[in-house]
């Protein structure tokens, strides 16, 4: 099983980013996936989550109205579009089925 992560970086207030997950190893379109998210003083967080084979999406109160997860089952992808940044959502974001997790991929918002 591998998931990776990728499209992180550095973003002023306000603005935008695209993440993915490329995922293989497992049958992902019949598993739910999630993003979390970590920092040092904070600990893991859950971000949001997407169903199968529904696609029901669910999110945290934090990211609620600004975040959407969404997946492309042909193509194995997962990705979450960031908009509204805001400092605090600054982490390491990772994807998971919850067995296995990616490396991650860093965000930092900052003016």
């Known amino acids: 099983v591998q998931l990776r992560e990728s499209g992180g970086g550095l973003v002023q207030p306000g603005g935008s980013l695209r993440l993915s997950c490329a995922a293989s190893?497992?049958?992902?379109?019949?598993?739910?996936m999630y993003w979390y998210r970590q920092t040092p003083g904070k600990g893991r967080e859950w971000v949001a989550t997407?169903?199968?084979?529904?696609?029901?999406?669910n999110y945290a109160d934090s990211v609620k109205g600004r975040f959407t997860i969404s997946r492309d089952d042909a193509k194995m992808m997962l990705y979450l579009e960031m908009n509204n940044l805001k400092p605090e959502d600054s982490a390491v974001y990772y994807c998971?089925?919850?067995?296995?997790w990616g490396q991650g991929t860093q965000v930092t918002v900052s003016s």
């Open positions: 998971t089925e919850e067995t296995y």
């Open positions: 190893g497992f049958s992902f379109r019949t598993h739910t």
């Open positions: 997407i169903t199968s084979p529904s696609h029901s999406t």
